[in-house]
């Protein structure tokens, strides 16, 4: 049976990066980082000297990690680079990137995504089933339009910033509409996730109980939160013009033709 040890070293480099100190006497110099001895590879692996931790006061960790050329840790787990400028983290502990005096945020069991200077949580949950109904006026009479026959809905939940979408709702339920409007009430937005728009899926007329959904088009949070309905005119492919009116739903003057 094999037995492991938990490795404890001290790393101090105090003298800071030493790129002319030869390889052969380096107790010469003591507690610096010495060029080519401290070897890091970049996301393209190519191989450089690893100069340390700075400035004075960073913060150590137990685990190391190469993510993407730049030094990362955390408690346990991994964290790496991946996209360009993405850095994604799963763990536990306080992770760092590169600059060890500030952690970009706490490694738990839940993937995350560190962007921009900002930590989410990688991916969006799947919304709930949206509600559709038939889009009526003030008296309760249904808004003359172009849907016509049975009509469902379907959600997803997009953060542009990390161009994140979600999974798709389960289908709404089906909406029988004669030559009129429907109407979409949308569930909370995630916006302490950063979600900030609607992917909003119809399914062909008369094809509400069958599907397939197609995407209808992305809706901004900020069109729905302050009002009770945005309401769309457009026939499928022809150009948008809305109107607003109240807090949780969207009507709409379309369903695919």
Do not use: C
């Not at 052969?24 to 393209?44: K, M, Q, T």
């Not at 600059?99 to 962007?115: N, R």
């Not at 739903?249 to 033709?257: C, F, I, K, Q, V």
């Amino acid at each position: 049976m094999s037995e492991s040890r938990e490795f404890k070293d001290e790393i101090r480099m105090d003298k800071g990066f030493v790129p002319a100190l030869p390889l052969h006497s380096p107790n010469a110099y003591g507690d610096a980082a010495i060029d080519g001895e401290n070897v890091l590879f970049s996301r393209w692996s190519e191989m450089r000297s690893w100069r340390g931790f700075s400035p004075f006061n960073s913060l150590g960790t137990p685990l190391l990690h190469n993510a993407g050329g730049q030094m990362a840790g955390n408690t346990t787990g991994n964290v790496w680079r991946q996209h360009g400028n993405a850095t994604f983290f799963i763990g536990s502990g306080d992770t760092y990137l590169e600059d060890f005096t500030q952690s970009i945020g706490v490694s738990t069991s839940q993937l995350q995504l560190y962007v921009n200077g900002k930590a989410y949580q990688a991916g969006l949950p799947k919304p709930s089933a949206p509600d559709v109904s038939i889009a009526t006026d003030a008296l309760g009479q249904p808004i003359a339009g172009q849907v016509a026959g049975d009509v469902s809905a379907q959600l997803t939940r997009i953060r542009t910033v990390t161009g994140a979408e979600s999974e798709v709702s389960d289908t709404s339920n089906v909406v029988s509409v004669n030559n009129g409007r429907l109407r979409v009430a949308f569930p909370a937005a995630l916006t302490e996730q950063a979600q900030d728009e609607w992917g909003l899926y119809l399914s062909r007329h008369g094809f509400g109980g069958i599907g397939p959904h197609y995407l209808y088009r992305q809706i901004s949070e900020g069109e729905i939160a302050p009002f009770a309905y945005a309401q769309i005119s457009a026939g499928a492919g022809n150009g948008v013009t809305t109107t607003f009116g109240g807090t949780t739903s969207a009507a709409t003057n379309s369903g695919l033709p």
